[in-house]
């Protein structure tokens, strides 16, 4: 069945870089998403991959796919106060109408 | 753009009520929806796949008697949690996709926190 995995917390301080690893199972996942959840709300998109991509960057975020490995990364850089939220990776056959499996989440705490 | 609206934000109903959610697209059309539920510190767990103008196909486990979904129009899914007992307590949020863009992904709701006593 499908899987996807996360460690569960990661503590920074502000201004390092942050990275939060995710590794999936099924080898057929299309789309790669990163989601961030803060508390009592909902999620935010921050940026997906296509799993014929090595490498997206967005700002401060960069993306890593070794598909080969099924492992995934979100590197948050400069990372604020600001950032502190819980981190989703998810994965899903394509985008728009097949559902997503989501991993249970990265908490990143970020301390001045 | 890609807005998905979600009330209430916060419920708090007594045991044996039926409590309804509602999840709009307020600037796209979504012939599917999703509702998840999230228990605390733990992942999203799809509950069922909302389909406009048929019936809802609800995972394994879920009781489809007891989370009543009504998919009636392009924009607004309802999920209605029935005879709800405290154990129903839990995070529930519901997302749809404007499309198969995924610059959008799939779109959240803020969720509803649903507490029963």
């Known amino acids: 069945g499908e899987d996807v995995e996360q460690s569960l917390f990661l503590s920074v301080r502000e201004g390092d870089s942050s990275v939060i690893n995710c590794t999936y199972t099924?080898?057929?996942?299309?789309?790669l998403y990163w989601y961030k959840q803060e508390p009592g709300a909902g999620l935010q998109l921050l940026t997906y991959?296509?799993?014929?991509?090595d490498m997206k960057q967005d700002q401060r975020l960069t993306v890593l796919l070794n598909k080969k490995d099924k492992h995934l990364s979100l590197r948050i850089a400069d990372t604020q106060t600001g950032d502190s939220a819980i981190y989703f990776c998810?994965?899903?056959?394509?985008?728009?109408?097949?559902?997503?499996?989501f991993g249970k989440g990265t908490m990143l705490l970020v301390s001045p | 753009g890609a807005v998905v609206s979600q009330h209430p934000s916060r419920v708090i109903c007594k045991s044996g009520t039926s409590v309804k959610i509602e999840c709009r697209s307020l600037d796209f059309q979504a012939t599917t929806m999703f509702w998840y539920r999230q228990f605390p510190k733990q992942s999203l767990m799809l509950m069922a796949t909302?389909?406009?103008?048929?019936?809802?196909?609800?995972e394994q486990g879920v009781e489809k008697d007891k989370f009543l979904i009504n998919h009636a129009s392009l924009t607004l899914s309802t999920l209605t949690v029935t005879s709800a007992h405290p154990e129903d307590s839990s995070f529930y949020i519901c997302?749809?996709?404007?499309?198969?863009?995924?610059?959008?992904?799939?779109?959240f709701g803020s969720g509803t926190r649903l507490t029963v006593v």
């Open positions: 909302s389909n406009e103008g048929s019936k809802a196909t609800y």
């Open positions: 991959i296509f799993s014929n991509m």
């Open positions: 997302s749809a996709s404007p499309g198969t863009d995924p610059n959008y992904g799939y779109t």
């Open positions: 998810a994965e899903s056959k394509n985008s728009g109408y097949s559902t997503l499996t």
């Open positions: 099924d080898s057929s996942s299309t789309y």
